[in-house]
């Protein structure tokens, strides 16, 4: 069985990069039944918060997608210490007692790159058994073959076959002197424990395979399958960042402007991937179906936003175009709950207020437009817009409007119909173009001078409220 793990750091809020590989290691194991681990890799005691952990569950929580089992790895280190030890047992790791920190290998050294402390690589064992029984710290490194120097290969589901030589590879830091895993020792132990078979990741990890692949064999676990993907960079080309480019890149952000979790999930699978058919709106169903890494494109995606907008153009059409096709039963509760988050709440029965959500939702683009734009359904204090003001102050307006009112509340019937005839009676009487009544009772009742079809909106608004706008004004 397929087993693909997602494993963010809890060091900041949830990434849209780190949201798009989750979506695609779910759609992968959905689409072959497997087994969708979540693992917070939380080591690193230095940066981690829980402030952002419980972002990344919010993060996830909105998506919608589920896990079926999940993990802390910081709740797993004896795991990880052993076979760190089990590795330094069998002489394919040492102890390195000149640790100015356990990550040496990512600083520069001289004039080449740091492959290694000769001195500890050639400590004796009952030396370095002996100093690490004296208390001296020390870091436990991982013995990179270098004599013979042989080549590592695999081949990248989406980048192809990658190859790299041993002796160009340093002496990685497994445990550090405080007694803590490094990312190396951590993600490995437990991939194995775990029975991953797929790793699905960023790019920007492509390069720790090798060093990753060469724990996997040392151990004689199986060496899962690996697929790395594409950046997400910004409009200027650089990669998107936490620190530089603040909420544009938070999921979080997309939540909070009102975009359906399915039409955001829909855009961040096209950030980097196709279904080679020019679709661009698909179904969370149409998604799974359809995803495979072979439709993972190579290059970096552009996720576009300026310094005054962060959301995406293309983003926020898909979501224009969910919100519009998305089945009303399953869009009125999301509607409804968006509302009560911003202190507004449904007008009339379940019924009712679906059919008022399916009627406004095709001029609106996200949900915030039903608590600002759409308002007027949900509530009784409204702003009224300037143009549609100058259609209410048309001279003889306001009379005709009480007089509309007087008629509808005399009339059993309040349908689109009937309305529109009673409507249309009362201006031929008074010799007024229909036009001015039609303009003129859209402003009263949604403060707007454009909206969905004119007798729609008395029907949306609801008879009582109808008459008592059309007498207020």
């Given at each position: 069985m397929i087993r693909a793990r997602f494993a963010p750091s809890p060091t900041g809020y949830l990434h849209i990069g780190s949201a798009r590989t989750f979506i695609f290691n779910w759609l992968y194991v959905r689409k072959h039944k497997g087994t969708m681990v979540l693992r917070i890799d939380d080591t690193d005691v230095d940066r981690?918060?829980?402030?952002?952990?419980?972002?990344?569950?919010?993060?996830?929580?909105?998506?919608?997608?589920?896990?079926?089992?999940?993990?802390?790895?910081?709740?797993?280190?004896?795991?990880?210490?052993?076979?760190?030890?089990?590795?330094?047992?069998?002489?394919?790791?040492y102890r390195d007692f000149k640790p100015a920190a356990a990550d040496l290998e990512e600083k520069g050294h001289g004039d080449g790159p740091w492959l290694c402390n000769p001195e500890m690589r050639a400590l004796s064992r009952e030396e370095s058994d002996r100093r690490a029984a004296g208390g001296e710290p020390f870091v436990i490194r991982f013995?990179?073959?270098?004599?013979?120097?042989?080549?590592?290969?695999?081949?990248?589901?989406?980048?192809?076959?990658?190859?790299?030589?041993?002796?160009?590879?340093?002496?990685?830091?497994?445990?550090?002197?405080?007694?803590?895993?490094?990312?190396?020792?951590?993600?490995?132990?437990?991939?194995?424990?775990?029975?991953?078979?797929?790793?699905?990741?960023?790019?920007?990890?492509?390069t720790n395979t090798f060093k990753h692949i060469l724990i996997f064999k040392a151990t004689g676990a199986h060496v899962p399958h690996f697929a790395h993907l594409p950046l997400l960079i910004a409009p200027d080309g650089a990669k998107l960042s936490k620190r530089k480019h603040g909420p544009v890149v938070s999921v979080t952000t997309y939540r909070d402007q009102g975009f359906l979790a399915a039409a955001y999930i829909n855009f961040l699978c096209l950030l980097g991937w196709s279904p080679k058919d020019n679709r661009e709106q698909m179904t969370l169903y149409e998604l799974t179906t359809a995803f495979s890494l072979e439709g993972v494109h190579r290059s970096n995606a552009v996720v576009n936003f300026s310094d005054t907008d962060p959301i995406d153009p293309k983003a926020l059409w898909l979501?224009?175009?969910?919100?519009?096709?998305?089945?009303?039963e399953s869009l009125a509760p999301v509607v409804a709950q968006w509302l009560k988050d911003n202190g507004l709440s449904r007008y009339g029965d379940e019924a009712f207020f679906a059919h008022v959500v399916d009627t406004i939702r095709t001029r609106y683009a996200t949900l915030l437009d039903f608590?600002?734009?759409?308002?007027?359904?949900?509530?009784?204090?409204?702003?009224?817009?300037?143009?549609?003001?100058?259609?209410?102050?048309?001279?003889?307006?306001?009379?005709?409007?009480?007089?509309?009112?007087?008629?509808l509340e005399a009339?059993?019937?309040?349908?689109?119909?009937?309305?529109?005839?009673?409507?249309?009676?009362?201006?031929?009487?008074?010799?007024?173009?229909?036009?001015?009544?039609?303009?003129?009772?859209?402003?009263?009742?949604?403060?707007?001078?454009?909206?969905?079809?004119?007798?729609?909106?008395?029907?949306?608004?609801?008879?009582?409220?109808?008459?008592?706008?059309?007498?207020?004004?």
């Amino acid at each position: 069985m397929i087993r693909a793990r997602f494993a963010p750091s809890p060091t900041g809020y949830l990434h849209i990069g780190s949201a798009r590989t989750f979506i695609f290691n779910w759609l992968y194991v959905r689409k072959h039944k497997g087994t969708m681990v979540l693992r917070i890799d939380d080591t690193d005691v230095d940066r981690n918060s829980e402030a952002s952990l419980q972002s990344i569950y919010e993060g996830l929580h909105w998506l919608n997608l589920g896990w079926d089992e999940c993990y802390r790895q910081s709740e797993r280190l004896d795991l990880h210490r052993k076979l760190a030890f089990n590795l330094l047992e069998r002489g394919l790791a040492y102890r390195d007692f000149k640790p100015a920190a356990a990550d040496l290998e990512e600083k520069g050294h001289g004039d080449g790159p740091w492959l290694c402390n000769p001195e500890m690589r050639a400590l004796s064992r009952e030396e370095s058994d002996r100093r690490a029984a004296g208390g001296e710290p020390f870091v436990i490194r991982f013995r990179v073959e270098r004599d013979p120097a042989y080549e590592i290969n695999f081949v990248d589901q989406v980048y192809g076959p990658q190859s790299k030589l041993t002796a160009d590879i340093e002496d990685f830091a497994l445990l550090r002197s405080n007694g803590m895993p490094t990312y190396h020792l951590a993600s490995c132990a437990d991939d194995i424990d775990l029975n991953i078979t797929h790793v699905i990741r960023g790019q920007d990890h492509l390069t720790n395979t090798f060093k990753h692949i060469l724990i996997f064999k040392a151990t004689g676990a199986h060496v899962p399958h690996f697929a790395h993907l594409p950046l997400l960079i910004a409009p200027d080309g650089a990669k998107l960042s936490k620190r530089k480019h603040g909420p544009v890149v938070s999921v979080t952000t997309y939540r909070d402007q009102g975009f359906l979790a399915a039409a955001y999930i829909n855009f961040l699978c096209l950030l980097g991937w196709s279904p080679k058919d020019n679709r661009e709106q698909m179904t969370l169903y149409e998604l799974t179906t359809a995803f495979s890494l072979e439709g993972v494109h190579r290059s970096n995606a552009v996720v576009n936003f300026s310094d005054t907008d962060p959301i995406d153009p293309k983003a926020l059409w898909l979501n224009s175009q969910h919100l519009r096709t998305m089945p009303i039963e399953s869009l009125a509760p999301v509607v409804a709950q968006w509302l009560k988050d911003n202190g507004l709440s449904r007008y009339g029965d379940e019924a009712f207020f679906a059919h008022v959500v399916d009627t406004i939702r095709t001029r609106y683009a996200t949900l915030l437009d039903f608590s600002t734009k759409g308002r007027a359904y949900f509530a009784d204090d409204f702003e009224i817009e300037p143009q549609a003001l100058e259609k209410l102050n048309v001279p003889g307006a306001r009379e005709l409007l009480h007089e509309l009112a007087d008629r509808l509340e005399a009339q059993n019937e309040f349908t689109e119909a009937s309305v529109e005839a009673t409507l249309r009676k009362l201006a031929e009487e008074h010799g007024v173009k229909a036009g001015v009544l039609i303009n003129a009772s859209r402003a009263a009742l949604t403060g707007q001078s454009v909206g969905p079809s004119a007798f729609a909106v008395f029907v949306c608004i609801g008879r009582e409220r109808t008459i008592n706008r059309l007498r207020r004004v």
